[in-house]
């Protein structure tokens, strides 16, 4: 029997939530994005909110949660889009804002608590030997690290990179399990793969080894085509040149950068479309010397010589899913779909994909390293009409053989390839006996022969108020 009294008062001596309103706050994330998740988890909200200082704070809210068969749902920043930090059947929200320390910096390397935010690492890690994190969520500013490895899967650097399931791209996660004792347990090369973007539903983490790259003052650049298929080749040939090191190469379909980017007003028009790049400073000239290759590129914005009334602000924060932020502020009727086009047919698929939906879906895309080869990942921006719909051009992408990772879905395996990950699911039987952690997210622990003709609904999800 669960219960949530005993627990709480168990834990009273630790620093818990005591305001209704924040505790409702802190139970929710970015599902919001998601028409069809808003109002099937608008409601959602823990029973409370604590927040540990320590490993060992964190062993004991497991264990007497264990004890009292309460689920515990653990927060990073909560900027996930998919209700992936969202208690969907009540109990222990564990947010771990406290447990923010960066342990050590070494050459190549760094060793941090999981609830530090992408900025502050990288600050500090520029600060001490002037390196930084290789790759990071476009919500930098405010998303945490043990966030970003259990809920997110690349971004600012996955160009240069690739995704953070490639291996090298995480050296050594701590991990606590859920048991009546607690384990802490330490993992390297294939068992990082239990844990990383496992949404927190088999075990916390609690340090993290990552690896770090020199760092630069990245000139951030935005160039302008009235041709799409250039300026997708121009960020695709930018992104494959050797000796040109970039950080980032987003693509934006026209009208996105006038519809959508208040601050571009003056500098665009409808029929441009948008290159926003991240170039390091000693890459400048051969990346110049690409430019001028190309007739019909404009070069619109140099953060290092910028001469804006009202400067745009980071560049990255116009890319991954900043873009469909900065799209639902201006339109809430837009939402978005995330989409692999591989290599070799990547842009040849973009291309397909563009004359059989724009302007219903419009092109974003960012340059990812795949296995090596340079593909796009697509936050396509969708003019949403109704789920049906929706659910129609997901599956005409897929058709089309473009992979779709769903983002209307609060799953692992729905968000994913549809299929179960046997290596999770394993070690959520070992480390989580009870099914208490992060409850409802991952579809093989409850209900092994779910065949993905529609969309799972967790049974145990609290109902509607
Ligand atoms: P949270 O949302 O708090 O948590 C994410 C998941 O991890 C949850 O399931 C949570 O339970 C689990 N979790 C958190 N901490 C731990 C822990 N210590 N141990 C175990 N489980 C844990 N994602 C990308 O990958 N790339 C992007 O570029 C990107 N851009 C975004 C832009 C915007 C505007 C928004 C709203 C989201 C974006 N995201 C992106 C999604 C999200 O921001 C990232 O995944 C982010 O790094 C998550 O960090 P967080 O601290 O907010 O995690």
């Known amino acids: 029997m669960t219960n949530i009294s005993a627990a709480r008062q168990a834990l009273s001596h630790l620093d818990i939530e005591k305001s209704q309103a924040n505790i409702r706050a802190s139970s929710r994330d970015f599902f919001w994005y998601s028409p069809v998740l808003k109002p099937r988890l608008d409601h959602v909200v823990a029973d409370f909110v604590v927040r540990p200082r320590t490993q060992d704070e964190v062993i004991e809210v497991l264990k007497v949660c264990y004890a009292h068969n309460v689920p515990v749902t653990t927060r990073g920043a909560g900027t996930g889009n998919y209700g992936q930090a969202m208690p969907l059947a009540g109990g222990c929200v564990m947010h771990l804002i406290h447990m923010n320390a960066v342990k050590e910096v070494k050459l190549g390397r760094v060793t941090c608590e ?24 476009s919500t930098w500013a405010t998303a945490t690290i043990g966030g970003f490895i259990a809920g997110g899967s690349g971004g600012v650097g996955s160009c ?8 090298g791209n995480i050296v050594r996660l701590r991990v606590v399990t859920m048991e009546q004792e607690p384990r802490v347990l330490e993992f390297t090369g294939e068992e990082l793969a239990r844990v990383s973007h496992a949404y927190g539903t088999n ?10 790259a020199p760092a630069y003052d990245w000139v951030e650049m935005f160039v302008t085509s009235e041709d799409f298929g250039q300026a997708m080749a121009f960020a695709d040939d930018v992104a494959n040149s050797d000796g040109i090191l970039i950080k980032l190469a987003s693509v934006y379909e026209a009208p996105i950068a006038h519809d959508y980017f208040q601050r571009f007003k003056p500098y665009v028009t409808q029929k441009d479309n948008l290159i926003g790049l991240m170039v390091a400073p000693h890459s400048m000239d051969g990346f110049k010397t690409l430019l001028k290759r190309n007739l019909g590129l404009t070069l619109i914005y140099r953060s290092d010589e910028n001469d804006w009334e009202r400067g745009p602000g980071r560049v990255f924060e116009y890319g991954w899913n900043h873009t469909t932020l900065r799209a639902l502020k201006v339109d809430p009727s ?3 779909l995330q989409v692999r086009y591989g ?3 990547h842009r040849a698929l973009v291309e397909k994909m563009r004359t059989e939906f724009a302007p219903e879906v419009l092109q974003h895309l960012e340059a990812i390293r795949m296995d090596g080869k340079l593909g796009f990942a697509g936050l396509s921006l969708v003019k949403f009409t109704s789920e049906k719909r ?10 089309a053989g473009a992979i779709i990772f769903n983002p209307h879905r609060y799953t692992l395996e729905e968000g994913g390839r549809q299929s179960v990950d046997d290596r999770q699911l394993r070690f959520k039987q070992e480390a989580d006996p009870k099914g208490l952690l992060n409850p409802g997210k991952m579809i093989a622990w409850d209900d092994p022969d779910f065949g993905y003709d529609s969309m799972y609904v967790y049974p145990k999800i609290q109902a509607a108020e």
């Open 334 to 336: 837009v939402t978005y």
């Open 114 to 137: 999981p609830g530090v935010l992408l900025k502050d690492l990288d600050a500090h890690c520029i600060a001490h030997s002037g390196q930084e994190i290789r790759m990071f969520s």
């Open 203 to 212: 075990g916390i983490i609690t340090e993290i080894e990552i690896p770090l």
């Open 160 to 167: 240069t990179w690739g995704s953070l399931r490639d291996l």
């Open 390 to 399: 929706l659910d129609e051009i997901v599956r005409l992408h897929e058709e």
């Open 343 to 345: 290599f070799p047919e």
